[in-house]
């Protein structure tokens, strides 16, 4: 479920805090073909631009706005205009404009036209229940029902929906089922405006849940639960029907991983992340006692068993239990995370491969699949128009 966008496009950019990765796919003979990758790893700082907002002791221009615009229409005009422009004065622009530019000039990219992804950490993600209304209706209904949900005025909002499919006949007639993503219009700005920098044309911004499941899950129509490890948060989501239903974050990383590697083997920063990347390399087992880090892993099978209940109490229980677990993102070959996570849980648990559906050289398959986990949203992305 995109944000904004039209068809097209087979190259994915997913930046991030931890750099920018990017894909492209060309398809041949009706299947997805890996034609180049990159990768830049530096940490960015991704939240979005504070906004010009107006106060309500400022003038508005409605001069500019005649009839049938009615005053909330003309305030979200003008709060949408003001993001956009502070938005464009910020100076990560160039810099993050120049960096996507240079990766993509290194890693030969032929396309000039990308799908992206906003980071989930930024974006709201629920399900509602409606009464059966009218299709041109539904939009308006939504809104209404999501106003106060919202972390922030709807009108600094951008809000897409999509209806889910009846999970039971007997309740076909009664209600509707809505998917509701909404991100912050200063934060799609800020966006558009590194991409438009780097002179790509944006085709579509989506969340990363939908380009998770995209790359991970496929067809697959069994309920699922996606762990995403990333540098600075674990993201959990619940695939039911190929759909990613629910979205809980939690603020542990691989970075808090190489902080605790740092004070207990007293190296410096880049020594712990070393250490901890050829541990995830290593086929061994038992190579280092997982027993201290525990202390960071049971937040995160805490949060497991509360994205399973989360998921029961929006569905119900029947027929609908989670059955495996895929963990992705870079700090998932972390050995000891996928050791207790298969301890704690009843579940098959297992590192999820993004390069499944696309065809590529045997010769590469080494080197990419040491950087599977940490490219699952790129490919994703780049999947959109050409895996259905």
Known sequence: MGLFGKKGGHLGIDIGADGIKLVEIKKVKGRPCLWTYGMLSKHLDIHPPA???????????????????????????????????????????????????????????????????????????????????????????????????????????????????????????????????????????????????????????????????RSLIGHDQSTILVIDLGSQRTNFFVMHNSIPITHRSIHIGGEVFDEHLKEILAVNSQKAEQIKIDLSRASGQNQIDKNIFLPLINPIVKEIHSSIDVFDRQLGQENKKIQKIILTGGTCLFPPILDTIQEKLNLSVFVGDPWARVVYQQGLKGVLDTIGPRMAVSIGLAMRTIVK
């Open 51 to 213: 906004s010009g907002i107006l106060s309500q002791d400022q003038d508005s221009p409605s001069h500019l706005y005649p009839s049938p615009y009615t005053q909330i229409q003309q305030q979200e005009h003008i709060v949408a205009t003001q993001q956009a422009t502070s938005a464009k004065k910020d100076p990560r622009i160039k810099e993050y404009g120049r960096l996507l530019k240079t990766i993509m000039k290194q890693a030969k990219v032929t396309s000039r036209r990308a799908t992206a992804s906003l980071p989930v950490s930024q974006v709201f993600h629920a399900i509602i229940t409606l009464p059966q209304v009218e299709k041109k209706d539904l939009a308006h209904h939504v809104h209404a029902k999501v106003k106060k949900m919202l972390p922030r005025p709807i009108e600094h909002m951008q809000v897409v929906h999509q209806l889910l499919p009846q999970e039971s006949k007997k309740t076909n007639n009664e209600f509707l089922r809505v998917l509701v993503t909404a991100a912050p219009k200063n934060l799609v700005s800020f966006y558009s405006s590194i991409f438009e920098e780097a002179g790509v044309e944006l085709e579509e911004l989506e969340t990363e849940a939908f380009a998770i499941e």
